[in-house]
């Protein structure tokens, strides 16, 4: 069997460029908030259109930096409501929590899977504050809808970007600018995808940037002088360094993924599967998973494991049935329990060889249920 992600590979066709980083950063003899991470949150900014990128530890972090950010700057209190979306992974909840504020659950889209804006609205209450969108498996969500109900009722719009690096909107936007502010995961497995944790938020805001670079440092802008409580969540000068090489094929890569998805869709028919819908404007998707859905899962799984596929679920249950939210476990939100059952991602990579895109297609169109 092929692997589902061939995180070696992918890393192998920069090992020079990655190496020489390491060279660099080891050389230099500074190892946390140096030049590497300057240089790449400048990069970054530059990518995202936007004035600030911050580095941080990962993308759990990235998020709840965010929410704290706006907590010292007013807009936020301890308690207010944050809507987001119940088939995410779970840091998106996690992140609202650890921020002192409570996370409201709403059901997807049924086409796209991101966050439905009539949901959204529906669940709008006196101490709603914020919504987060997550742009899932890649998919930028419909924020100009979002933006308008935002705007309508006085609410903060964050962009959960772990999934989306480089999807730009009809206008050319990328994501991370669609937003008030928006976090990103460069986990290694993410569409650009670093050596270890390490995350970023990006934000046009001057002071949201200003509160998070103190947040992430202890609560201080001055060698031991700390202004708020803060925390130890800093992106280190190696992973920086690794990023910015890593940066350089954000465009390429994506190409690549689409040209694997453009297959998928052309050639993968069954009448048991459900692909998801080509996006209205292509470059709105940078597939980070392509995510088919079957009533007879587990079947299928185990019919493209004897054929040689790998797969993968994300996810398998939803924010409102995990334990870690128990108190949740009442909701009635039919639609992502229902995703959580028929959801399978099929493997798509840069470098995912012709011939193991042509056995997944004939495995998945030889599925009888």
């Known amino acids: 069997m092929f692997p589902f992600l061939d995180l070696a590979a992918l890393n192998l066709r920069d090992e020079t460029a990655l190496t020489e980083a390491f060279q ?28 600030h990128a911050i580095g941080v530890g990962n993308g759990l972090d990235a998020l709840t930096l965010i929410l704290r950010g706006y907590i010292q700057l007013g807009r936020l209190v301890e308690g207010d409501e944050v809507i987001l979306p119940d088939n995410s992974f779970i840091a998106t909840a996690l992140a609202v929590s650890e921020a002192g504020l409570t996370p409201v659950l709403v059901e997807p889209d049924s086409v796209t899977f991101n966050i439905d804006s009539a949901a959204v609205e529906a669940a ?34 964050i962009e959960d970007a772990a999934q989306a690096h480089g999807a730009l909107d009809a206008q050319g936007r990328p994501a991370g600018s669609l937003g008030d502010a928006a976090g990103f995961s460069f986990f290694p497995v993410k569409n650009i995808g670093a050596l270890g944790d390490a995350g970023a938020l990006t934000t046009h805001d001057d002071a949201l940037a200003e509160q998070v670079r103190k947040l992430r440092s202890y609560g201080s802008s001055r060698k031991y002088v700390h202004e708020v409580q803060g925390v130890n969540s800093r992106l280190d000068e190696l992973q920086a360094a690794f990023l910015r090489v890593k940066l350089l094929r954000m465009e390429s890569d994506a190409y690549a993924r689409r040209k694997i998805a453009t297959r998928y869709l052309a050639e993968i028919c069954n009448p048991h599967l459900r692909l998801p819908q080509a996006p209205a404007v292509a470059s709105s998707h940078v597939w980070h998973q392509f ?63 012709d011939t193991w895109i042509d056995r997944t297609i004939d495995a998945c169109n030889a599925f009888r249920a």
């Open 291 to 353: 995510v088919i859905r079957c009533e007879q899962r587990e079947a299928l799984q185990a019919h493209l494991e004897r054929s040689g596929v790998p797969s993968l679920i994300h996810y398998p249950i939803p924010i409102h049935k995990q334990q870690a939210y128990h108190g949740f476990a009442n909701l009635n939100l039919p639609l992502s329990s229902q995703l959580a059952g028929e959801v399978l991602s099929l493997p798509l990579y840069p470098g995912l060889a």
């Open 124 to 157: 709008i209450g006196a101490r709603s504050k914020a919504v987060i969108a997550v742009h899932l498996y890649g998919q930028l969500a419909d924020m100009a809808s979002l933006r308008a109900l935002a705007d309508r009722y006085d609410l903060l719009l």
């Open 24 to 51: 660099r950063v080891l050389r230099s003899g500074w190892y946390v908030l140096g030049a590497e991470v300057s240089a790449f949150e400048a990069e970054y900014a530059v990518a995202c259109g936007v004035q």
